[in-house]
């Protein structure tokens, strides 16, 4: 019996190993891929340059995501539709997304990232779900910015497109993700729904 | 009917006597720690001020207490501000924010600032000195917007 639970337990062992392996192997190849728009995400969130091409950035084809980008998307259309209620559902399903979401997968040098990256996105729902519109939209800048980050770290099975408006956040320029090819501008709603263009497409 | 009003008189005679006697826990710390957003990031002296007279109060570990801080239920009241305002933000701390937080912040302080929502109108009705004249407030955007761009980027 002990001999059983003995190599058992070296076998999952050595199958953990070797899972961690090829999963950071493919991190490595994807951000082998994706460099330009890595760099783009790592340090200057707002400006990537548009000149009218559109790149096309390969992730990590990671399920793992969907659930937080569900709910990420259901703030959006809420805020295109500027339906201040249905924002708030929708960041108290991202909330709840966020729980479910399992750390244990993260290897250790995305362990950090992703801490900050809860910390403040977590914060952004909280204000999204007791906050009038205006303010819910300031706080969905941000939150687009950490869930992009999120999605550079571990990667989505989705396709989704990086929008870019000019005029949110005061003049300086916001990204948000959409499910859709279509512009619908989540930061001006029916005022400006069309303001923006297409960034980057992911998957 | 008298005499029923008399004995609420006298129950909230004494209740509100009574609780002046809960201790309070002053928000009061002597040191300035390495980690203080103006410590880190010594802005010139008038934005220093500003952020010092209109944030600081609730926004820090070091309040100056006005006088009447010592009548309750008036402490609690500002007690209870100050513990929610520095969740949200404590320039005593802000030196231990991860990059993307700080990023965050900033933009939560410059917006709060540009569309009058900070200091909080009820501190403002008993600290004129804190509200930011027009100028005063075109110089603390023109220094934090340019803080946010420059200093504080991804690593």
Redesign the interface.
Known sequence: MKKIILSISIATMILSIACNQTRKNEKMKSTEASEDTHDHS???HNTTKTDDHIIEASTIKNPATSEIIDSYLQIKNALVTDNKDDAAKGATALLAAFSNFDMTQLTDSQHKEYM??L??AK??AEHIIKSPIEHQR?HF??LSI?IN?LISLVGTDRTLYQDFCPMA??GKGAIWLSEIKDIENPFFGKKMLKCGNMQKQIN | MNKVFKRIGLLLFISVVGIQFIPTTLNESDNVLSTDFIKTYSPPKNIKNLLINSCYDCHSNNTKYPWYNKIQPVSWFIESHIESAKTELNFSEFGNY????K??KL??I??QI?NDKMPLPSYILMHKESIFSKSNKLDIEKWLTELEQSTI??E
Do not use: F, V
Request: charged letters at 50%; proline letters at 0%.
């Open positions: 790592e340090h200057d900050e990256i910390e403040t914060e952004h300031e800048e941000a950490d980050d956040n005061g | 991860s990059t993307r937080k990023k965050s933009k939560s410059l917006s540009k980027s991804y």
